[in-house]
Nanobody
Framework: QVQLVESGGGLVQAGGSLRLSCVVS??????MGWFRQAPGKERDLVAA????????YYTDAGKGRFTISRDNAKNTVFLQMDSLKPEDTAVYYC?????????????????????WGQGTQVTVSS
């Protein structure tokens, strides 16, 4: 059974940084994504990465400030978040897609993801 466990969330002041980690049990060849959900809002994609790490995608929410990466030897996907803003406050989830993908392919639709972590809270104070 595939399990995803996130860590690295917390409270940070605006302008600060956090690095989220997601450890994936089982196989490593999943395309992965980081999503976030603020209270009363939908769960939205922030960044996605191919199974090899060769392809990455960012939504406007993360472009220029967030960096997604992975270390397949450690079954871990990361989200480095810099220049954080209060509007980045949300629960952050990592997700894995078991569908076929090329070494540079990734998924941008929430429905493409099959496995989800429990989430980690990120709170950015002003």
């Amino acid at each position: 059974q595939v399990q995803l466990v996130e860590s690295g969330g917390g409270l940070v002041q605006a302008g600060g940084s956090l690095r989220l980690s997601c450890v994936v049990s089982g196989r490593t060849s999943y395309a992965m994504g980081w999503f976030r959900q603020a209270p009363g809002k939908e769960r939205d994609l922030v960044a996605a990465i191919s199974w090899s790490g060769g392809g990455t995608y960012y939504t406007d929410a993360g472009k220029g400030r967030f960096t997604i990466s992975r270390d397949n030897a450690k079954n871990t996907v990361f989200l480095q978040m810099d220049s954080l803003k209060p509007e980045d406050t949300a629960v952050y989830y990592c997700a894995a897609a078991k569908g076929p993908s090329s070494s540079s392919g990734y998924y941008t639709g929430r429905d493409a993801y099959d496995y989800w972590g429990q989430g980690t809270q990120v709170t950015v104070s002003s």
